[in-house]
């Protein structure tokens, strides 16, 4: 090759690697016509080879000699015009690697190291005779001694020239070295032909829609649908009781926009734990739904992926990554339960898709819709500035107001129970049992929440008070009774129950702190007859598990529902009309920014759950800080107070919506050498604020992080605070490329946004 010239093309390619930059390379002529952006490609790179996206295609020629691309994977790009902005903004706004934001955007399995047979479970290979057969006077000396590729290939010629290689091997026994050897004799090819696969098939079938809106859902549809047909459509707020009929609303504007000619892109926080929803929506719209999400195989997301980007469905569900579903002319996009911590991601690229689906919207013209009974703050802050619209569904559609919250002091319990001679209970109060107890005799059911599972959360010895903590990270060990071992809840690190202290030789250990199991075990000696279902990390490992759990509650096969918060989301049981908390306070003492805000948002989200049927429903609440105000504002469904007292107390520390935060996380295996380059990498922030005027942004830190060590690696940060959203971003783009990932097993993480600090 000689070096570059003029009437030579060039473009660069993103890797999915952890650096900031993209790669360029040289299309050779016969490429030019295939190599636009968006497309796929196969790079050398080293001494390997890897699959990228052509990031964009470059003017002038870049000032060294660059290497060829070796092949163009699509004949179409993969990522339209649209989808590419939204990708660059999300490596620009995050500072984060492009090849990894694209990674993120795409099915699992079409980027990285180049290796075909891994994408065996997305599609599956078909084999296809090409080129001249060789006529039968020719096949002796074609095959040689290879009998077993003759004989393959005649069959192959005789079932009509393509089989699925799954096919061959399996019905007619040929084995992978045989089918190869028709390859590379040119004989045959394989290729990749995408399967169709309906995971969601057939649910929904059985949901009754609510025949008409009520007056307030009326005018809020009104108002949106008269929105999302401006240019400019923008942002709006749906702040909505939990059973206000948001769902219906949704499904309304959906429609309208359809019958535009548009699409719709709904976010969840998760599947799983939200069936009902995707139930709603099976019964609205049918076959034109499809559905993304973690719990997928990849086969199966591509197949979504796929149906979309080709137009044969317009309504597409899904988690975060949804964000970047490719359908054609979005009209809406809606977050429902906007304020869920799962909508940002807690790896590179750490975006957070409410902030993705504005910008898509912008880009698209689409109405982007936040919906929820306890807005994060932010938006919150956004809507009362008037960035965003803000509607508001102040009362339930059913016909029940919202439940009637007590809260009951754990303190008074333990208290009157010691003073009578007895052994307190702090897991079930008396009052809470009479209202258990009065359910289990009306046959109602009831929803009980600790959001710790486990049995106990603490070992100690009480001789010498040594705690059991996890060997790789700084959290202690919780027993799990059921399997009989010490766990850690970050790293999965487990251990055998020590019969005596290692160190003191004592053999009464202490264990403290409720979990789940422990309430299970409690539940179901309170009330032997009941039947109780726990539903909690450990009972829903295996797919599917989720659905058939709730199904039973559906269906009325349990009693008593009990588990972590994935039982306070978005379930819709008209039967359940006592909600009791075990505990509010396990969230409350985290030491992070969002405390507060998280166990309020928990609280109301799993009141929300009583009282949706004919029957009013009552909430009991369980703590030793009777007096917080987050607990005070969710007896009270008093999310205005809540936010406004909130908001306020952010204000001093400098937290959001006040000012926008930067987390720089660094770690490693040795402490001394984190600590070091936690405080360069200050240093070097300190230099590009004073270089660039940047004088807005305050550095605190760096300091270990609230866990300092996770799986074994010394953890320390670096808060950086601004009001001007753009210098951060300067600055933390500035880091990336100039700076880019410490030596030696360190890593620099940049996390824009921070949904917590821990
Ligand atoms: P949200 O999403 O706001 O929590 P949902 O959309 O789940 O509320 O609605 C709560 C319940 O109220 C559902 O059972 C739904 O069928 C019912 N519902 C909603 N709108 C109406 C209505 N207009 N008339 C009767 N029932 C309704
Ligand atoms: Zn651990």
Redesign the pocket.
């Known amino acids: 090759m000689t070096g570059p010239s003029h009437a030579d093309v060039f473009c660069q390619v993103a890797l999915p690697k952890p650096v900031f930059q993209t790669f360029a390379y040289r299309v050779p002529p016969e490429l030019r016509g295939r190599a636009v952006p968006g497309t796929r490609v196969r790079v050398p790179f080293g001494r390997r080879r890897e699959i990228g996206v052509i990031d964009s295609v470059l003017g002038i020629p870049p000032d060294r000699t660059v290497r060829d691309i070796a092949e163009v994977l699509d004949d179409e790009p993969l990522l339209s015009a649209d989808l590419l902005h939204l990708c660059r903004w999300t490596s620009d706004y995050y500072a984060a690697p492009p090849g990894l934001v694209y990674r993120a955007a795409l099915p699992p399995g079409l980027l990285g190291e180049a290796r075909p047979t891994g994408t065996a479970e997305l599609e599956r290979q078909v084999i296809e005779l090409v080129g001249e057969a060789p006529t039968l006077l020719e096949r002796d000396a074609a095959f040689g001694r290879a009998h077993r590729q003759r004989q393959a290939f005649e069959t192959l010629e005789a079932i009509g020239g393509s089989a699925p290689v799954a096919h061959l091997e399996g019905h007619y026994g040929y084995g992978r070295s045989v089918i190869g050897g028709l390859v590379d004799r040119g004989l045959a090819r394989i290729r990749l032909e995408a399967v169709t696969r309906d995971p969601f098939a057939g649910s929904g079938d059985d949901v009754e ?2 025949r ?3 007056a307030r ?1 009326e005018s809020v549809l009104g108002a949106l649908v008269r929105l999302a047909r401006e240019p400019d459509p923008g942002v709006a707020l749906l702040h ?1 009781v ?7 609303v949704y499904l309304r504007l959906i429609s309208s926009v359809m019958e535009r000619g548009r699409s719709a892109i709904v976010l969840v926080p998760e599947i799983a734990l939200t069936p009902q929803t995707v139930q709603r929506f099976r019964a609205a719209f049918g076959g034109q739904v499809t559905v993304l999400h973690s719990a997928l195989s990849s086969g199966e997301r591509h197949d979504a992926w796929r149906s979309l980007r080709a137009g044969e469905r317009r309504v597409v569900i899904g988690t975060r990554s949804a964000i970047f579903a490719p359908v054609p002319d979005p009209g809406v996009i809606i977050l429902d339960e906007e304020h869920d911590g799962s909508y940002k991601q807690s790896d590179t690229p750490r975006y957070h898709a409410r902030a993705l689906a504005a910008v898509r919207g912008r880009a698209e013209g689409a109405l982007v819709v936040l919906g929820s ?1 306890t807005p994060s703050l932010e938006s919150w802050q956004n809507a009362t500035e008037g960035r965003y619209r803000l509607f508001e ?1 102040p009362e339930r ?2 016909p029940h107001p919202l439940p009637h919250v007590d809260l009951v002091d754990l303190r008074e319990v333990r208290a009157r129970a010691l003073a009578a001679g007895e052994a307190p209970e702090s897991i079930v109060s008396p009052r809470l049992r009479d209202a258990v107890t009065t359910r289990l005799e009306r046959g109602e059911q009831s929803i009980l929440l600790l959001n710790r599972r486990g049995y106990s959360t603490f070992l100690q010895c009480p001789a010498c008070g040594q705690v059991w903590s996890c060997p790789s990270c700084n959290v202690s060990l919780t027993y799990h009774r059921a399997r009989a071992r010490l766990i850690c809840h970050h790293c999965a690190h487990e251990e055998p129950v020590p019969v005596c202290c290692g160190a003191c030789g004592e053999a009464e250990l202490q264990f403290t702190g409720i979990g789940t199991e422990q309430v299970e075990r409690r539940v179901t000696e309170l009330f032997p007859s009941a039947r109780v279902l726990r539903m909690d990390v450990d009972t829903t490992g295996s797919k599917g598990a989720h659905g058939r759990l709730l199904e039973q509650v559906r269906r009325g096969d349990v009693d008593i529902l009990l588990g972590t918060q994935m039982i306070a989301k978005g379930l ?1 049981f008209p039967g359940v009309t006592l909600v009791g908390v075990i505990n509010a306070d396990t969230g409350l003492n985290l030491p992070d920014f969002r405390a507060a805000e998280r166990t309020f948002q928990l609280l109301a989200q799993v009141a ?1 759950r009583a009282g ?1 049927g004919g029957e009013p429903g009552e909430v009991l609440v369980q703590t030793a800080r009777p007096h917080h105000p987050a607990l005070r504002a969710a007896v009270e469904h008093d999310y205005l107070t809540f936010a406004y007292a909130e908001i306020k107390d952010r204000e001093e520390p400098g937290y959001p919506p006040h000012r926008r935060l930067v987390n720089l996380i660094v770690s490693g295996p040795s402490e001394e050498r984190v600590a070091e380059v936690a405080l360069a990498t200050a240093e070097k922030a300190r230099e590009i604020v004073e270089r660039n005027g940047l004088s807005d942004i305050d550095l605190v830190g760096p300091a270990p992080c609230p866990i300092d060590r996770i799986r074994a690696r010394w953890r320390w940060h670096l808060l950086l605070k601004s009001v001007r959203a753009a210098d951060l971003g300067s600055l933390i783009r500035h880091l990336a490329r100039h700076h880019g990932q410490p030596a030696g097993g360190l890593r620099l993480e940049i996390d824009r946004d921070p949904e917590a600090l821990l």
Do not use: C, E
């Not at 939990?242 to 219906?248: A, D, N």
């Open positions: 829609l609510p008409h809106l009520n859902q909505g939990t059973g206000s009929g948001k769902t219906v009974a569904l559609a059913t819709d929300g949706r």
